[in-house]
């Protein structure tokens, strides 16, 4: 009777959130729901969502026109889908192709698939679809065939995604196979046998991962890891599954669709790019005003080590680009007290944290203030306390932030809580993520340097620029991509496109698609900065044109208006004509192309959309004389510009 009661008490909070139009409170209330574990109420969230329709488009949930191709029954599964896609900000506009008409919809370009224009693509293969003839190799031993089946298998697969991929730009998600959970080798056969079918599916899902890599805007959803969580034995139910190709058991539809729309969810946007976390009873138990710098539990023995292995983790985000912050009312000697006695016990020292906030302000300032420090928006920020007040306030004042409350009774679990979340999850990881913590000390290090330079142009002819000037599939292509999708500052019109749009740029002779890496005196900032331009008549077309908040300020803007218009004149263009399309946050921009010499044509300016034209044959714009430039003959990267690793 008292779980009835609550679960008539969340439904009537998600009835009331809808009916008040709040959309923050409404997927609190849908989440809080369906944490209880029943499935009848996804299909009621489902229904709720439905009857929202456009709300959510404005509360900026992305509509994704999505097309399934399959070879198992998904259709009961659409609805848990449908509420995923809501809870991680999309809403899903799905078609699902014929059962086990995979083939000839990723490779008929003139099919329903190719047709449709979709953004998104889900390929759900079964094991047995995918590579067959290996449960009857495998049984038989035949080691040298087992080899020569996966590679085929993999190579058929991946040969369909090509085919697709060089007609369609929708970004496609592959599953790969669930292990199988009874085979005739048994447990100790399977783990010990290397042409066991366990270690052979295994090397399926490892080369087809392989194969998505080298295709783009291609993610693998490793389906057997979730399998693995929820249970592999529980994962299929054999009946449904024999009797109408069901593949997944109900009670795991939800952890199948979270994973689903985690890995779809990648390749649409970027990672959270801040960790801001609390030190006491979260970077380590117990308050250090009281306990003192030998009370606070860290280390090896328990519960100590449930914070080193929260440490741990940070550090591991840290070594991949996630920059980590800290926020913590005490006083700053004490924190630096505690961190060098404790030293032996901790897995961070204060200097892998790249700005920190420790003092009595309230949490919510300090976080702004760091969103300042670092010219960074407040959605690139996780914020991690125990405190629930400072959790809430942070909700109620900065819903932009992410907010992960700290289970105090429970710190070991705080780990599985940051890793459930999709707030990192990236499909890719390049060098220049690796390197941002780095580059991040070295922006200190300038910010001191500028402080006794008697001018701007003396400050910034003493840290040395060069600009290297490189082709955007050379950047490497992933790289360009990244910056098309997260930089939001200094973004004069904020299109996001793929890595397959963005090669059309590169393969057309009539366009210009140009990266630029910046390096000086205090080390590498890596690629930071993108244009793609488009030749119309006489005019060439600014269809991006974006850098980094982290280097704006240096000129580098200006380099690279200066390349785009000389590479155009040389071309024959007589205008150089860009957009300014304003969002709440590209306002640094704004008057970008007026200060360099562009007019604004009034004829071809609407509502949200300025344009711009510079005389080519009048003027061209000039690089800054403090830039040194490099590998600008056809943007090819000038051997003086690789910086040793």
């Known amino acids: 009777m008292q779980a009835e009661t609550a679960f008539r008490e969340k439904r009537e909070a998600v009835q009331s959130a809808a009916a008040a139009g709040s959309i923050k409170d409404l997927l609190h209330a849908v989440n809080e729901l369906l944490a209880l574990g029943r499935g009848t109420d996804v299909a009621f969230c489902a229904t709720v969502f439905r009857k929202l329709g456009p709300a959510l488009g404005s509360f900026g949930h992305r509509r994704l026109k999505t097309s399934i191709v399959r070879s198992v ?97 929708g970004r496609l998600v592959v599953q790969g196979c669930v292990l199988p959970e009874a085979t005739s080798l048994g447990a100790v056969g399977d783990a010990n046998v290397s042409y066991s079918l366990v ?44 009797a109408s190709r069901l593949a997944v058991a109900p009670g795991a ?79 700053p000697s004490d924190v630096a007290e505690a961190f060098g006695q404790r030293a032996a016990d901790l897995a961070l020292t204060l200097d892998d944290f790249v700005a920190r906030k420790i003092g009595w302000n309230e949490k919510v300032d300090a976080l702004r203030e760091l969103a300042a420090e670092l010219s960074l928006g407040l959605d690139s ?92 599939a050379e950047a490497p292509l992933e790289r360009s991509v990244q910056l098309l999708a997260k930089t939001n500052q200094f973004n004069l019109t904020t299109r996001r496109y793929s890595a397959s749009e963005v090669m059309e740029f590169v393969d057309d002779p009539q366009c210009q698609a140009v990266a630029v890496r910046v390096r000086d005196r205090f080390g590498d900032a890596g690629v930071v900065g993108l ?38 004149a040389s071309m024959g263009a007589r205008w150089l004509v860009g957009e300014f399309i304003e969002t709440k946050k590209n306002a640094p921009c704004k008057e970008f192309y007026p200060e360099h010499g562009f007019t604004k044509d009034q004829a071809l300016s609407v509502h949200g959309t300025e344009v711009y034209r510079l005389d080519l044959a009048v003027r061209l714009p000039e690089s800054p004389s403090w830039l040194t430039l490099e590998g600008t003959e056809n943007y090819e990267l000038a051997a003086s510009a690789v910086v040793p690793a």
Request: some cysteine.
């Open 531 to 568: 244009a793609l331009t488009r030749q119309k008549s006489d005019a060439c077309w600014v269809d991006a044109l974006l850098l980094s908040c982290r280097v704006i300020g240096r000129g580098i803007e200006t380099a690279i208006l200066a390349q785009l218009a000389e590479h155009a």
């Open 253 to 331: 539809f939800r952890p199948y669709a979270h994973g689903l729309m985690r890995t779809a969810s990648a390749l649409f946007r970027a990672p959270r790019k801040v960790l801001c976390t609390d030190l006491d009873n979260t970077l380590w138990g117990g308050v250090l005003g009281e306990d003192g710098p030998a009370g606070v539990a860290t280390g090896a023995a328990f519960p100590g080590n449930a914070y080193l292995a929260y440490q741990r983790y940070l550090k591991e985000l840290a070594a991949r680009g996630i920059l980590l912050a800290i926020t913590s009312k005490n006083n």
């Open 381 to 472: 920020f996780v914020f991690v306390d125990d405190n629930p007040m400072e959790c809430e306030a942070v909700r109620q004042h900065l819903p932009e932030v992410a907010v992960v409350e700290v289970p105090v009774s429970e710190p070991w679990r705080l780990v599985e809580m940051l890793s459930e979340q999709w707030y990192f999850d990236a499909a890719t990881v390049t060098a220049d993520d690796r390197h941002r913590s780095e580059e991040y000390r070295a922006q200190a290090q300038r910010a001191a340097l500028s402080e006794n330079a008697t001018s701007r142009e003396e400050f910034l002819g003493s840290l040395g620029i060069v600009c290297t000037f490189l082709s955007a």
């Open 73 to 169: 029954t998904v259709e009961p599964i659409l609805p848990v889908l449908q509420v995923e896609a809501v809870l991680h900000g999309y809403v899903l506009e799905l078609e699902v192709g014929g059962y086990g008409s995979y083939m000839d919809e990723l490779l008929n370009p003139q099919g329903a698939l190719g047709r449709s224009g979709a953004d998104l693509v889900l390929v759900v293969l079964d094991a047995e679809d995918i590579a067959g003839q290996l449960p009857e190799l495998c049984a038989a031993g035949r080691a040298e065939e087992i080899g020569s089946e996966i590679q085929n298998s993999v190579g058929r697969a991946t040969q369909m995604l090509r085919g697709y991929r060089a007609d369609s730009k």
């Open 199 to 242: 270690n052979a599916m295994r090397e399926v899902n490892r080369q087809l991962a392989e194969a998505c890599r080298s295709i783009p805007d291609c993610a693998f959803f490793d389906v057997d890891q979730v399998a693995a969580r929820y249970g592999r034995g529980r994962w299929r139910d054999e009946r449904m599954f024999l």
